[in-house]
C-alpha cells in the first residue's frame, strides 16, 4: 500500500471550560496550538486546520495557526483543510504557505476545498450563484502559480497576471497541494485533471462507498496523462480507554454541533439511534485504542489509500479531553494500525 500517513484534524471547535461555559475563542486558538504540538510529539504524522467563519469554530486562518505550530514542532506535516479558495486570492493564499513552509521548514501543505459553509462568500463580497465558477478559475490559477515561475493568466472573477513573479518562493520548492471532496464525481475528475492528490472527506456512512471514487479517481488521472498520486481520507472520531466511554464522551458533543448544523439546513433531528449506527457501521471512528485502530486499518485496506486523517475534535468536548485522544491516537492507534497493515501485507505476501 505504500507509504502511509496518519495524521489529526480539526476546525478549532469552541470548546467549553470546567463549568460548561465556551472558552474565548483566543484561548481556543491557544490550545489548538497546544495540541499540534502534542501531535507532533507523540508522532502524528499531519495536522490539519480547516478554516471556518461561525462562531461555533475559533481558526479562519488556519496557516497562521499552523505557523506557531511551526515554531513549537520538527517533523509533523503543517496542513490546510480546507483551504476555501472560492473566496480568497490565490496568490495570497500561495504567499501565505510559502511564508509557512520557510518557517517550517517545508513542511507546509495545503488542502483546497469550495467549503461546506457559505459564511465566506457574504464576508468577502463573492456571489453565492458563482459558487462553481470561482473555484474553477482560482483553482486553475492556483495550479499555475505552484510552478513558481512566471505566471501570465486571465478570467473573469479576478485581474489578469501578466508574465508575474510571485514571491515568496517556497522552501521546498513545491508545496503539496490537495483537492478536498466531499463526494461529488465532477470534483473527483477536476482534481484528476489538475493532477492533484486527493483527500476524501467521509462524515457519514460507510467509508466503502467510496471505493468507486478512489477508482474514477485513478482512472481520470491515467487518462490525464497525470503520475499516479495519493489518496487520503477524512473522517471524525474520538479514541478514550473503552468503546463505553468514548461513544458516552463524544455523543453530547456530537449532538451539539450536528444538531446546530442540522437546524440550520433542515435536516432531521439527531438521535442517539442513528449516532451509534455511524459509530459501529459508519464514518464515525469512536472507541477503545484497538476498536478505532482496527476501523481505521480496515477504511485504508477497502479503499487502497495512503493517508487517514482524523478529526478529533466535536463541537465543546473539553481541551483536556482532546490532548488525551490526541496522546492516545499518537502512542498507540498509529502503532497499531501499522502493525494491522504489516501483518495483512506478510499474510498477503505469504
Do not use: C
Amino acid at each position: 500500500m505504500g507509504n502511509i500517513q496518519l495524521g489529526l484534524d480539526t476546525f478549532g471547535d469552541v470548546t467549553h471550560g470546567q463549568h460548561g461555559v465556551p472558552l474565548p475563542y483566543s484561548q481556543v486558538i491557544r490550545n489548538v496550538v497546544a495540541e499540534g504540538v502534542l501531535a507532533d510529539e507523540v508522532g502524528v504524522d499531519a495536522l490539519t486546520l480547516g478554516e471556518h467563519h461561525r462562531d461555533d469554530f475559533a481558526v479562519s486562518t488556519p496557516e497562521t495557526v499552523l505557523a506557531a505550530i511551526a515554531a513549537k514542532s520538527s517533523r509533523i506535516i503543517l496542513s490546510s483543510g480546507v483551504t476555501v479558495l472560492s473566496s480568497d486570492d490565490p496568490v495570497r493564499v500561495f504567499q501565505r504557505f510559502a511564508t509557512l513552509d520557510a518557517l517550517s521548514e517545508g513542511r507546509a501543505e495545503i488542502i483546497m476545498g469550495r467549503g461546506s459553509f457559505t459564511e465566506s462568500f457574504p464576508l468577502f463580497g463573492h456571489r453565492l450563484e458563482d459558487y462553481q465558477l470561482l473555484f474553477e478559475e482560482k483553482l486553475n490559477l492556483f495550479s499555475e502559480i505552484l510552478k513558481e515561475g512566471p505566471v501570465t493568466w486571465s478570467g473573469s472573477h479576478r485581474a489578469s497576471l501578466e508574465n508575474q513573479e510571485i514571491y515568496p518562493k517556497s522552501h521546498s520548492g513545491a508545496i503539496r497541494t490537495w483537492v478536498g471532496v466531499g463526494g461529488s464525481p465532477e470534483s473527483v475528475v477536476r482534481a484528476a485533471h489538475y493532477g492533484f492528490p486527493l483527500m476524501l472527506a467521509i462524515i457519514g456512512g460507510a467509508s466503502q462507498r467510496f471505493a468507486p471514487y478512489v477508482d474514477l479517481y485513478h482512472r481520470a488521472l491515467e487518462q490525464a496523462g497525470h503520475s499516479r498520486q495519493p489518496v487520503g481520507v477524512h473522517s471524525p472520531g474520538h479514541i478514550a480507554a473503552t468503546d463505553e466511554e468514548a461513544i458516552e464522551q463524544m455523543w453530547p458533543a456530537y449532538q451539539a454541533m450536528f444538531g446546530r448544523i442540522g437546524r440550520e439546513r433542515g435536516w432531521a433531528p439527531m438521535t442517539k439511534e442513528s449516532y451509534l449506527n455511524e459509530v459501529h457501521h459508519g464514518a464515525l471512528y469512536v472507541g477503545s485504542v484497538e476498536t478505532v485502530a482496527t476501523k481505521i486499518a480496515k477504511t485504508l485496506t477497502a479503499l487502497g489509500v495512503q493517508r487517514f486523517d482524523f478529526k478529533y475534535s466535536t463541537g465543546p468536548l473539553s481541551h483536556e479531553v482532546l490532548m488525551n485522544s490526541i496522546e492516545l491516537y499518537g502512542t498507540q492507534v498509529i502503532p497499531m494500525v501499522k502493525d494491522i497493515l504489516s501483518r495483512q501485507k506478510v499474510a498477503v505476501g505469504a
